[in-house]
């Protein structure tokens, strides 16, 4: 391990630190700082010549700071003669555009894999990717890893009865369906309407919940107004009781109050995102950590073995 070195942006240094701890490693030192006018200015304060170098970088709010903060990273990593880079992204931000869903819009997410990738960065490794389709907008190599076995260690721990999965829409059937199986729990969907962004009336319910201890399964949640309604819905559908994992937790806008007033039982994220103060002040939220996931993901791609046994 001596040819590797870790380093962090500002987006998640906490996160990045219990990395360092698994892997009995220090951080890197690097200078990250503003001129006056807001521009970001790097400086990596360790020699990283002809090492393999790992960027923990969250792009979370502040998306584009957060962003551009990476890209400034890589390229001063590059200039510095690392021999290998790879960019640990927990939260990849502007995944939700993966697509056009309208005329004359950007596809955003293939527009942040190519800066990457023109950056000089060599490997991605990020966590619960929106659409699973972003790899390819990559022509480097990416390793989407899964949030679910430590999920999966909190509810065997947890909970207990009658089990029912839920896919909060259409989108997440398939990451919804690996879970239950999983857990050996039936399978429902959420007939879902979305109007505008962050804009989601929750219709009906495709399943059989009754009687059942429901884990609503999504990859995020952000202002949580389609989590909660759907949470109501299960509730009134007979549920015994609601519980709610997803991996990030953007959490903007009013989602705590929605949460804290919802009929959720808990919340269950990860630290792929730092969570806000109000956010750690609620009860009904409770944050793992995917360091010792990421901490294994990042030995396995330094030695060349493989990831994927990591999720079977």
Do not use: W
């Not at 989590?227 to 109501?232: R, S």
């Not at 994992?245 to 109050?257: D, F, I, K, R």
């Not at 009904?284 to 060349?304: C, F, H, M, P, T």
């Amino acid at each position: 391990m001596n040819t590797m070195s870790l380093f962090s942006g500002n987006s998640n240094p906490v996160l990045a630190g219990k990395i360092a701890d698994y892997l009995s490693i220090h951080l890197g030192k690097a200078k990250l700082n503003r001129f006056s006018d807001g521009e970001i200015q790097v400086e990596i304060q360790e020699n990283v010549r002809r090492q393999e170098v790992f960027v923990v970088q969250s792009t979370c709010n502040p998306v584009n700071d957060n962003l551009v903060e990476l890209l400034l990273m890589i390229d001063a990593l590059k200039r510095s003669s690392a021999s290998y880079i790879t960019a640990v992204i927990p939260y990849f931000g502007y995944a939700r555009q993966d697509k056009k869903v309208a005329p004359r819009v950007p596809i955003s997410a293939k527009l942040v894999a190519d800066l990457l990738t023109n950056t000089g960065v060599n490997r991605i490794i990020t966590l619960d990717l929106h659409a699973g389709q972003i790899q390819g907008f990559f022509n480097i190599p990416v390793d989407n890893l899964y949030a679910s076995p430590v999920m999966l260690d909190y509810i065997k721990s947890n909970l207990s009865g009658d089990l029912a999965v839920v896919s909060p829409d259409a989108g997440g059937v398939e990451r919804a369906r690996a879970f239950a199986k999983r857990l050996n729990a039936t399978l429902a969907i959420v007939d879902k309407r979305r109007s505008a962004p962050n804009q989601a009336k929750a219709m009906a319910i495709i399943g059989d919940v009754q009687d059942k201890v429901v884990i609503i399964f999504d990859d995020m949640v952000d202002t949580a107004g389609t989590l909660t309604e759907a949470a109501g819905i299960i509730k009134a559908k007979g549920a015994k009781s609601v519980i709610a994992c997803c991996t990030h937790a953007v959490l903007s806008g009013p989602a705590v109050e929605r949460i804290e007033n919802s009929s959720l039982e808990t919340l269950v994220v990860t630290d792929t995102i730092p969570l806000t103060d109000n956010a750690m002040q609620s009860k009904k939220i409770k944050q793992l950590s995917i360091s010792k996931l990421v901490g294994e993901a990042i030995i396995r791609s330094y030695r060349g073995d493989s990831v994927h046994c990591l999720f079977v």
